[in-house]
């Protein structure tokens, strides 16, 4: 157990809809990545959060939003689901702004869009 | 942007045997991690190994920054060791996100 809990575990949607994945980071660390795992390869990341500001993002387009809380929490928003948006989202959490420290990764959330 | 492979893609054991994972990377980086994803998707923390070489239980990892690549070794393989083993690295002068390998995917067979 890394202390990284993401919630829901599974979510079914239907295309053009919208969802929201959270996150709760470990004790102690302040800053959460978002990763996006389809089937069959390795994640790629999506964004990060540091102080409650977007601190680097991926390849992927605006509707894809986050939110960190003060509370180091984060949430994932996906606007307007596509075929393609079904994957296991992943968060990570670590301390300092960067990347460069150990990074420990939640469960996941598994979306199906139809 | 830096590219990650890893090698081989598939390995198949027999309960007991030793295996070697490999990471290649083209660019200097600062962050190096091995991960198992286990058959729900948990990524495991195996070892943080930007550089040097680290042993835990059956497990080893060595990773020789400036030729730029990191093996894993698993001995004495055991069925519970089957999944997938990502090798996932931060760019030195990169972005603020960890880049994953395609992944080895390993089955042990008792």
């Known amino acids: 157990e890394t202390g990284v809990t993401q919630s829901p575990t599974h979510l079914i949607k239907t295309r053009g809809q919208q969802v929201t994945l959270r996150c709760s980071s470990q004790?102690?660390?302040?800053?959460v990545s978002w990763y996006q795992q389809a089937l069959g390869q390795g994640p790629q990341f999506i964004f990060q959060?540091?102080?409650?500001?977007?601190?680097g993002r991926g390849n992927f387009p605006p509707r894809f939003s986050g939110l960190q809380f003060p509370n180091y929490s984060s949430e994932l928003n996906v606007n307007a689901l596509e075929l393609d948006d079904s994957a296991l989202y992943l968060c990570?959490?670590?301390?300092?702004?960067?990347?460069?420290?150990?990074?420990?990764f939640g469960p996941g959330t598994r979306l199906t869009v139809l | 942007g830096i590219q990650v492979e890893q090698s081989p893609p598939d390995l198949i054991l027999q309960e007991g045997a030793n295996s070697t994972l490999r990471c290649n990377f083209s660019?200097?980086?600062?962050?190096l991690q091995w991960f198992h994803q286990n058959p729900w998707g948990q990524l495991i923390n195996l070892f943080y190994?930007?550089?040097g070489t680290k042993q835990n239980g059956r497990l080893s990892a060595t990773t020789v920054a400036t030729e730029r690549y990191s093996l894993l070794y698993i001995s004495s393989s055991q069925t519970t060791d089957s999944g997938v083993y990502f090798c996932?690295?931060?760019?030195?002068?990169?972005?603020?996100?960890?880049?994953f390998g395609a992944g080895t995917r390993l089955a042990v067979h008792p």
């Open positions: 959060y540091y102080r409650e500001e977007e601190n």
């Open positions: 190994i930007p550089s």
């Open positions: 660019d200097s980086v600062n962050n």
């Open positions: 990570a959490s670590t301390t300092g702004g960067g990347g460069i420290n150990e990074q420990f």
């Open positions: 004790s102690g660390h302040n800053t």
């Open positions: 996932a690295v931060r760019s030195s002068g990169g972005y603020n996100k960890l880049i």
